[in-house]
């Protein structure tokens, strides 16, 4: 059986989480993640906190990596 594909992972997060997730795996700071989704620097540290648990990662490097949006 195939390990899951970094879609399949990325299908377990919520709609905002994905969405942190991807801007976050693009390298914006958690700071401008706020600004453009109009919500709190708290809100998406726990956004990527849950994401990051649920994804099996540690870092934002490796959730690059997963996404594409990195160095492989």
């Not at 708290?42 to 990527?48: E, I, K, S």
């Amino acid at each position: 059986m195939a390990p899951p594909s970094s879609a399949d992972k990325l299908a377990a997060l919520t709609s905002s989480e994905r969405a942190v997730a991807e801007l976050a795996a693009r390298g914006v700071s958690n700071r401008r993640i706020a600004e453009l989704r109009e919500t709190s620097l708290r809100t998406v540290a726990n956004q990527l906190t849950s994401a990051y648990k649920k994804l099996g990662l540690t870092s934002r490097r490796e959730l690059s990596v997963l996404v594409g949006a990195g160095p492989g």
